[in-house]
């Protein structure tokens, strides 16, 4: 079971109007939901109205029977699965939808969202490196990109066409504290695709699988010396 002092939270922001829901709101429920007791809606795992497989579940009411489901209790099972989590569904309106990235966000940093990184926070789709600009490059650690994100992502990568996918993180401006950022750098570009709509699509599906503050771009194999390794 769940933390019920953070359960009854939840029933009672349940009871706000979406139009009044403000950032305070927001706050509260973040800082709650993991920690209630939720339960399996009847379908418990189908694919969102995004196309990406979600958790259903729902928030409970006051003397209900159930079969209690709290979030970090069930963090390995859904970040093994590669499921988002969505809220109350069964409503004309969902309470709250949280990417697979948001999940992955909360078992790395106790918090579904990342307000301040390093990461430059810009998505680029096919970046170009000037030959006098100076880089780092390396592999992410497991505190960055653990195993189980590696895994969805490198499953998502090959089932998408790319036959050897692979990954480095490249820092940028480090000479100088106040402009250093870093990005995760993917080893496919537009051109090996059939046309630009699929190679936007499995952007967009990566953006879902990584935290939210993360960004991340994609450059020619060939003009890296020694900074990709397979996923």
Request: charged share 25%; hydrophobic share 40%.
């Amino acid at each position: 079971m769940g933390d019920l002092e953070k359960t009854l939270i939840i029933n009672e922001l349940m009871q706000v109007p979406f139009d009044n829901r403000d950032e305070q709101w927001v706050n509260r429920f973040l800082q709650a939901i993991a920690s209630a007791n939720l339960k399996p809606a009847s379908q418990e795992v189908a694919l969102g109205r995004d196309g990406y497989p979600y958790l259903f579940l729902e928030t409970v009411v006051p003397n209900e029977n159930f079969r209690a489901f709290v979030i970090d209790k069930q963090l390995p099972m859904i970040l093994q699965e590669g499921f988002g989590i969505v809220i109350n569904a069964h409503n004309p309106r969902p309470d709250w939808v949280f990417s697979y990235g948001d999940i992955v966000n909360l078992e790395l940093n106790d918090e579904f969202y990342t307000d301040n990184s390093i990461f430059s926070g810009h998505q680029k789709k096919n970046e170009t490196l000037e030959s006098d600009e100076k880089v780092l490059i390396g592999q992410p650690s497991e505190a960055i990109f653990p195993k189980y994100l590696r895994k969805q992502i490198r499953d998502f990568l090959i089932q998408s066409g790319v036959k050897n996918p692979k990954i480095m993180l490249m820092a940028r401006g480090y000479e100088d504290e106040e402009r250093a950022s870093q990005d995760l750098v993917f080893n496919f570009i537009p051109d090996q695709f059939a046309d630009k709509d699929t190679f936007n699509e499995i952007m967009r599906t990566i953006a879902w699988f990584l935290p939210r503050h993360y960004s991340f771009l994609c450059i020619d194999e060939m003009s890296i010396e020694n900074g990709f390794e397979s996923l």
